[in-house]
């Protein structure tokens, strides 16, 4: 059973430039979640589906940030003209929804520095 | 609305002492909650979790929590310290079905003195 995966695990951009990030969820989990993390801080909630729906978005997902999940199984978390205040890591969860309470599995995260 | 505030943004504890982390949360509904660790530069991994069955929840590692209805509290505590359990670790609530994103803590960041 492999865990939630994410790609890549670091990304180093120039700033105004396009990022895309892919969350490969534990095999089977219909619910998928991207949370943010700065440094010092705790993960922040951006979004998540269920299967192949986003259900929910943070305010804190601007319009430059766009999430997918077009066949419910990957997703993939693109950021338009990167800032410098979107350097973070970039958490990706998964879970099953009427299960073991809705527990998310993590993954081991993308960092992203823009210069 | 739910938060968790985590009280000490860092904490040190001799090898072999009592590990205590603390979390307090407020919540309108009756929530669930959960404690994680982060080791440097990786994800997080799941300690233990709340959800209304038994108040006194034991996790991985030797780790264990109590939830205090009358407290707003579930506090984080370890019998004796091992150097392994250097890391940070973060308190997070959610609510029942229908709203499982979790918000988390500010995180506290464990050290262990040899």
């Known amino acids: 059973d492999t865990g939630v995966s994410q790609d890549p695990r670091h990304k180093i951009t120039k700033r105004g430039q396009n990022v895309t990030f892919r969350c490969d969820p534990i095999?089977?989990?219909?619910?998928l979640y991207w949370y943010r993390q700065t440094l010092g801080q705790g993960p922040e909630f951006l979004t998540y589906f269920q299967n192949e729906a986003q259900l929910e978005k943070s305010r804190l997902l601007s319009d430059r940030f766009s999430a997918e999940r077009p066949k419910g199984s990957f997703s993939t978390l693109e950021i338009q003209r990167t800032e410098q205040g979107d350097s973070a890591m970039y958490l990706c969860?998964?879970?099953?929804?009427?299960?073991?309470?809705?527990?998310?599995?993590f993954g081991p995260g993308t960092r992203l520095l823009v210069l | 609305a739910q938060s968790v505030t985590q009280l000490g943004s860092h904490v040190s504890v001799s090898e072999g002492a009592l590990v205590l982390l603390r979390c307090n949360y407020s919540?309108?509904?009756?929530?669930?909650l959960f404690w994680y660790v982060q080791y440097p530069n990786q994800g997080l991994q799941l300690l233990l979790k709340?959800?209304?069955?038994?108040?006194l929840v034991k996790g991985i590692n030797g780790f264990e929590a109590e939830f205090k209805k009358s407290e707003t509290s579930f506090h984080l505590t370890k019998p004796s310290a091992h150097m392994r359990d250097a890391a940070e670790y973060f308190c997070a609530v959610s609510g029942r079905i229908g709203n499982e994103k979790l918000t988390f803590g500010t995180g506290t960041r464990l050290t262990i003195i040899p």
């Open positions: 969860a998964s879970s099953l929804v009427g299960t073991d309470q809705e527990t998310q599995y």
């Open positions: 709340y959800t209304s069955a038994a108040t």
């Open positions: 095999s089977e989990h219909n619910r």
């Open positions: 919540s309108s509904v009756p929530p669930y």
